[in-house]
């Protein structure tokens, strides 16, 4: 699981120098469905059930919870991604992906769902992009 926790944290580093900021966002969050839809124990663990990533990262340049945040609040500053998402809401609609992998492995479901999922959390034509729900 280490090597596989090692992945995802380079997978996003590289996603953000190679991307702008919400390209790096959405590829990121598209890799971490696919990933954990093909690894029962990265998705019991994005869902709270079972192996703990971040004890398994050991030092906090190799969490995947600190380059999700970074992603995200990169995301925000550009104006793509709502302010009003949190972390925490990223965590759930992840897991909320996840669950439709239950009802079966269907590629083109779970490519609608983070299609679903990728929609909700752009940032709207003309919103603000003020301080208000940045994580980090």
Do not use: Y
Request: with cysteine; proline share 4%.
């Amino acid at each position: 699981m280490l090597h596989l926790v090692g992945g995802i944290v380079d997978k996003a580093r590289d996603l953000s120098a190679q991307n702008d900021p919400g390209s790096a966002f959405f590829q990121f969050l598209a890799h971490m469905v696919e990933q954990a839809a093909v690894n029962r124990g990265l998705a019991e663990a994005m869902s709270g059930a079972g192996f703990d990533v971040e004890a398994v990262a050991f030092r906090p340049e190799r969490s995947p919870e600190a380059v999700e945040s970074k992603l995200l609040t990169r995301a925000q500053q550009a104006g793509v991604v709502r302010r009003d998402i949190t972390r925490a809401d990223v965590k759930a609609l992840l897991v909320g992906c996840l669950a439709r992998e239950r009802q079966g492995c269907d590629p083109e479901a779970r490519q609608r769902m983070i299609d679903v999922v990728c929609t909700g959390l752009r940032a709207e034509p003309g919103t603000p992009v003020g301080d208000r729900g940045l994580v980090g």
